[in-house]
């Protein structure tokens, strides 16, 4: 996949607000930066809210799907905007599993985040525990199984015209996530990690969440909310401020 041009840079990575930090969302597979623009209201000032947006959705519809979490996460890291200080980076879901690779890669680069935010995901050295394979699905049969998973509206995809442009960014955002697994060196980052989860996630498994302690030579520390794979969606504010809280926390 090609890097984005300079004048690319905006797309690939929403800066909204202003603010002495930054906290940077990766989104979950399927969805796109406009999904989590409404957080800024809920943000503390002080935070300026970035978003990655992936190819194939938004203003990036005609670039290459993505076909590896390198595809996501790459581009993302390049086009931070050139003033970002004190950074914070938060995934939900597949968008977990990108923001570990993107803080990994700025770890390599000598400039680390001050903290990972992980939410709904396994850890990335684990085997995917609920793959979608949406290869094998047509598009009807990916469509249920998106809504059985939740964090789409319904509406966008019984919309013949709508579904036809995102379905295949899904198809592509799903292949990805089915078969990742980290097996690079153990413990790449040294900042902290903070994991969130669902109490009632019938996708990602209680069980595995510690798991993320593996990733870091720093601390690490499990959260868990009342509700499933999309847990936040059933009471958005006062999750933002708790993670307000925590950014705020890891930033010292």
């Not at 940077?24 to 999904?35: D, E, Q």
């Not at 978003?51 to 996460?73: C, K, M, N, W």
């Amino acid at each position: 996949m090609s890097a984005p041009t300079m004048a690319d840079r905006e797309d690939v990575v929403w800066a909204l607000g202003t603010g002495t930090a930054d906290l940077l969302v990766l989104p979950h597979a399927g969805g796109n930066a406009h999904a989590y623009a409404e957080w800024r209201e809920h943000l503390p000032e002080s935070l300026r809210l970035l978003i990655g947006q992936y190819p194939g959705r938004g203003a990036r519809f005609v670039d290459d799907l993505p076909e590896s979490v390198a595809d996501l996460a790459g581009p993302v890291v390049d086009c931070l905007p050139e003033d970002t200080g004190d950074l914070v980076v938060l995934g939900h879901s597949m968008g977990s599993l990108v923001a570990f690779e993107v803080a990994r890669l700025l770890t390599e680069r000598g400039t680390p985040p001050k903290g990972l935010i992980v939410s709904a995901c396994r850890a990335p050295h684990l085997a995917n525990p609920a793959p979608v394979r949406a290869e094998r699905l047509d598009d009807d049969e990916l469509v249920a199984a998106i809504k059985a998973r939740g964090g789409t509206q319904d509406e966008i995809l019984d919309e013949p015209e709508l579904r036809e442009i995102i379905v295949p960014a899904i198809r592509a955002d799903f292949g990805i996530d089915d078969v990742y697994r980290y097996t690079g060196p153990t413990t790449p980052l040294t900042c902290p990690v903070t994991v969130f989860g669902g109490d009632a996630d019938p996708i990602v498994p209680v069980a595995t969440l510690p798991q993320w302690a593996t990733s870091t030579s720093a601390s690490a520390h499990v959260e868990m909310f009342a509700g499933d794979h999309f847990y936040f969606q059933q009471d958005l504010p006062p999750f933002l401020a708790r993670v307000g809280q925590v950014v705020q926390s890891l930033l010292g």
